[in-house]
């Protein structure tokens, strides 16, 4: 069995008389240490899968597993404990707190799990060794969403989840935080899952996987994954 696993998994959302499949039997698997992009248009379901993987939302069917574990079958109480210990979450517009620092952010999360990484030495990896004192306000949205996967590794995830992470950046920011992602997953052994509609960053990725209409159109896996810088878009 691989590290994720995905088994005809079905969510659907009801709004009063209509019901929309998010996901439609949706079937992948990722190996430990990979880099993953899961790509597909607007509305194709990718933050879906994404929700579930991360424990934030539950399945209607099918089946989960993280690590040898059945995710799908935790309880909701389970699910909190594997929301805190074993995933890192990087959203698109950052969602830091706004009236603590660089540094205070990370302690927040290293504060909720069991060996963190110390704040300090995390913010210095992700190149913000001169900014932790600053505030969210005082940084530039590349800075802010360092800040961010600084506190998403500060708990060792065994999962980093990044939702549309260059959504609100420009395009060398954005080129920026990627390369980021992909030397923390080379560098660390994280496994590093991100979700984009641009197919253009399909071949930094050790695994590709195509999403469309709530399934999954394709999955490949990828032998020599280019560096993202010399990637053009
Ligand atoms: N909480 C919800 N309630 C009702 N419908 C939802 C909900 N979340 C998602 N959907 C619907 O499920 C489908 C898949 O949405 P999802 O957000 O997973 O797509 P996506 O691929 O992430 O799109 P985008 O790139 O635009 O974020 C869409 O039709 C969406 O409207």
């Known amino acids: 069995m691989a590290f994720v696993e995905f088994q005809d998994v079905v969510k659907e959302y009801r709004m009063g008389e209509v019901t929309i499949r998010a996901a439609d039997g949706i079937t992948f698997s990722i190996e430990k240490g990979e880099f993953c992009v899961i790509v597909g248009p607007s509305g194709a379901g990718k933050t879906t899968v994404l929700n579930i993987l991360g424990g934030m939302d539950s399945c209607d069917g099918g089946k989960i597993w993280v690590d040898g574990k059945e995710v799908s079958a935790y309880s909701r109480k389970e699910l909190i404990t594997y929301r805190r210990y074993d995933i890192g979450f990087v959203f698109q517009f950052y969602n830091l707190v706004q ?67 260059t959504g609100a950046l420009d395009y060398e920011t954005g080129k920026s935080i990627l390369k980021l992602l992909q030397d923390t997953c080379r560098n660390t052994g994280t496994t590093v899952v991100v979700i984009t509609h641009n197919t253009a960053l399909t071949p ?17 896996k990828n032998d020599a994954p280019t560096p993202v810088e010399r990637i053009e878009w």
């Open 99 to 165: 009236n603590l620092t660089a540094k205070e952010n990370v302690e927040l999360a290293s504060q909720i799990c069991r060996e963190p990484e110390d704040a300090e030495e995390v913010l210095r990896q992700v190149g913000l060794g001169e900014r932790m004192k600053n505030f969210p306000a005082q940084l530039s949205g590349g800075e802010q969403q360092r800040v961010a996967i600084a506190r998403a590794l500060a708990k060792r995830p065994k999962l980093l989840l990044c939702d549309e992470p």
């Open 204 to 220: 930094m990725a050790d695994r590709v996987i195509k999403i469309k209409n709530s399934r999954v159109r394709s999955m490949e």
